[in-house]
Structures are given as structure tokens and as C-alpha cells.
């Protein structure tokens, strides 16, 4: 129970933090605005490791195998950059849907074809029949609000 809370909260806070970034993009710039999102979250999380975790040195990064998991901060910016400009072009509501759309599909074929170290899972109907739903409900949001 306690990770679909978890998750809920994630999803709250990504629609939000879409929304307030791509306000202040608009009133700066899309780097500006990238920059500042990923130096104050940094600055956050050096806080929160300072105060919790001073005992995990930041010398063990090195030590992560394979290494192309460490370009998750990489991926972050695309993430911001990329959420800012959909919420822009396509409204928070729309944007979101194809978002998690996106994520829904990634994730199966991350764990259908056990990429990046994740366990490899069986094929199942009803997930890719899920998908499908979850498909035509955006589709079906979309032409109700044209």
C-alpha cells in the first residue's frame, strides 16, 4: 500500500512541477529554467545527504556497474526540457496522459526484454490489452475536449 501511495504522490508532484516549470520557462527561457530546476533539486539532495547519509561517500558512484546507470541526471534535464515543452504545446492534461502513456509502454518492454539489469517477465495479454485502454481513453479525452 505504501508504494502506490508512493506513487500517487510521484505523479502529483510531476504534473505540478510540469506546470510551475513551464510557467517559469515563459517567462525566461527553457535552459534558464532547466538549469534552475536541476541545481535546486541538486542542492536538495545534498542537503538531504549530508543530514541523513554521510556515511555513503560519494566516491562509491565510481564503483556503479555498469556505468551507463549513472547518466539517470542526464535523462533528468531531457525530462524537465521535454515536459516543459509538451505542457506547453499540449496543456498539463494532455501531456501527462501521453507521459504516462509513454512510460507504461517503456516500462513493459524494459521488463518484457529484462533491459538494464531489470528481470525479464513473461509476455501477458492483458497487459498489452491494458495498454490498449489506456490508449483509447487518452484518445477518447482528447476529442472530448476539442
Known amino acids: 500500500m505504501t508504494g502506490i501511495i508512493i506513487a500517487l504522490i510521484s505523479g502529483a508532484l510531476m504534473s505540478i512541477q510540469g506546470v510551475f516549470n513551464t510557467g517559469v520557462t515563459k517567462q525566461t527561457s527553457l535552459w534558464v529554467a532547466n538549469s534552475f530546476v536541476q541545481f535546486t533539486g541538486f542542492l536538495l539532495c545534498l542537503l538531504i545527504w549530508i543530514i541523513k547519509e554521510r556515511d555513503h561517500s560519494m566516491v562509491t558512484l565510481l564503483k556503479v556497474e555498469p556505468k551507463y546507470l549513472l547518466l539517470g541526471g542526464l535523462i533528468g534535464a531531457g525530462i524537465t526540457m521535454t515536459v516543459i515543452q509538451s505542457m506547453d504545446r ?9 507521459i504516462v502513456i509513454s512510460q507504461i509502454i517503456i516500462a513493459y518492454l524494459i521488463e518484457l526484454f529484462g533491459l538494464f539489469g531489470v528481470e525479464k517477465v513473461p509476455f501477458q495479454w492483458s497487459k498489452l490489452i491494458g495498454a490498449g485502454i489506456t490508449i483509447i481513453g ?3 479525452f482528447k476529442f472530448q475536449s476539442s
Open 90 to 98: 499540449l496543456g498539463p492534461a494532455k501531456a501527462v496522459m501521453l
Open 138 to 140: 487518452i484518445i477518447v
